[in-house]
């Protein structure tokens, strides 16, 4: 590596770790659960550093850096909504009580009504 890549690399590091944490303040209402916002951290670091070179004005970071992470959220939640589909706990009582729970395996709970929210 060069001075001048040091020196850049320096740089982006240093104003990351100074804004990650109103970054993280700034993802984690946006999505559902802290892992999820951990993931989009996690890939709005590297597309930070790849933008860095076209920064001219290093106080624009952390605004630079919060406009990244919307399209970050955005692939993560479409990333997660292809994971499995989870019903409603309304949905989950009406099937119980017309009776379509019964083909269900014998490894579900006893009460239809299963909270996800732990």
Request: proline share 8%; aromatic share 6%; glycine share 2%.
């Amino acid at each position: 590596m060069t001075a001048a890549e040091n020196d850049r690399h320096d740089r982006f590091l240093r104003l990351y770790v100074e804004h990650e944490e109103a970054l993280r303040e700034f993802v984690r209402p946006l999505v559902p659960t802290r892992q999820m916002a951990s993931e989009v951290m996690q890939e709005v670091s590297p597309t930070a550093w790849r933008k860095f070179p076209t920064l001219m004005d290093y106080v624009q970071f952390p605004r630079r850096v919060c406009l990244i992470a919307p399209h970050e959220i955005l692939i993560a939640r479409c990333r997660h909504a292809r994971g499995r589909l989870v019903l409603d706990e309304d949905i989950v009582a009406n099937l119980a009580e017309e009776g379509m729970m019964s083909n269900l395996p014998r490894m579900l709970p006893a009460s239809p009504i299963v909270h996800l929210s732990k």
